[in-house]
């Protein structure tokens, strides 16, 4: 995994991000599968470590215990690929607050993961990756994000505006399926991160709540199959890839609808992309069989 995540420091920048591997053709984001993973190894040491976790532990033995999902955190900031660290950071501590620990450790770990955020940020900021003159990749985003409609920030702020008209020709029940403008070459990255202003633009509002609450019936089931696993393993393996699930999905909608930055983050299982249907759905299958299990029981 750690390999897997260096070898894209070697490969030219996509989007401000160095986070995929070209091999001819084909392309993979090694960091979707290292969030798999984080989720597997965080269900795992949650699992072995509970009956320690319980009790207070030193700052130093939970580095111990959690280093390995915080280097890979750490490899994922380094890509330049600031959404996909937030999401990763922020399942690793929704997955700390629901296990079972002694809250003096969960306070440390939070801390732990705190120091090593801002950390990265002060290596960024040292390299001049993420200031540079105020023309850096994600300074234009926090700009677009304060003001889109800046004439200084026409190009940056293209597919924020974009959205907006996809947004706005959908109304309430759209232009129909299929008679979208915006994805004839107006929106970029309308069949990746942008595609819910396509949906939007297309079948509307309502629309859009369809496609949501079909994402919130999935969640709902993976959370249904944690809650009722008797075994630790599965109960924080499904409540880790449920997190996912939401958390990726709040920053693909907010960032579509600008109510947050935007990050590149692509909606779950709606988005097109290789590398994360394909994780997305091992994660899935491995719910689902947690869930077969819960219904035998």
């Given amino acids: 995994m750690v390999i897997l995540l260096i070898i894209p420091q070697l490969m030219p920048a996509i989007n401000g991000a ?33 009956e320690k976790l319980r009790q207070i532990c030193t700052s130093s033995e939970l580095l ?31 997955m700390t607050l629901c296990s079972n620990m002694h809250s003096q450790n969960v306070k440390k770990i939070l801390s732990l993961a705190l120091i090593a955020g801002i950390a990265v940020v002060l290596l960024f900021m040292l390299k001049g990756a993420l200031f540079n003159n105020g023309t850096s990749y994600r300074t234009n985003r926090l700009k677009v994000f ?28 759209g232009r129909g399926l299929g008679n979208s403008i915006q994805k004839l070459g107006y929106l970029p990255e309308a069949h990746t991160d942008f595609i819910l202003a396509i949906i939007a633009e297309e079948l509307g509002f309502l629309g859009v709540v369809f496609v949501v609450s079909l994402l ?24 880790g890839f449920a997190s996912l699930l939401v958390v990726q999905g709040v920053v693909n909608i907010g960032g579509v609808t600008a109510s947050i930055p935007m990050t590149g983050v692509p909606l779950p299982f709606i988005s097109n992309g290789g590398s994360s249907i394909l994780i997305l759905s091992i994660g899935l299958g491995i719910a689902t069989n947690i869930l077969s299990h819960v219904k035998y029981l």
């Fill in 18 to 50: 160095k986070s995929w591997i070209r091999i001819g053709g084909f392309s993979f984001q090694p960091s979707t599968l290292a969030q798999l993973f984080i989720i597997i190894y965080m269900a795992f040491i949650l699992e072995t470590r509970k």
């Fill in 216 to 239: 919130l019936i999935l969640i709902g089931k993976v959370i249904f199959s944690g809650t009722k696993s008797r075994n630790t393993f599965s109960a924080m393996y499904s409540l």
């Fill in 64 to 94: 111990k215990i959690f280093g390995i999902p915080l280097a890979l955190v750490t490899l994922i900031a380094m890509q330049n690929d600031t959404g996909m660290m937030l999401i990763t950071l922020s399942v690793i501590g929704i």
């Fill in 146 to 173: 304060l003001n889109p409609f800046s004439e200084d920030l026409a190009a940056a702020a293209d597919q924020v505006i974009n959205s907006y008209v996809a947004f706005g020709n959908g109304g309430l029940f």
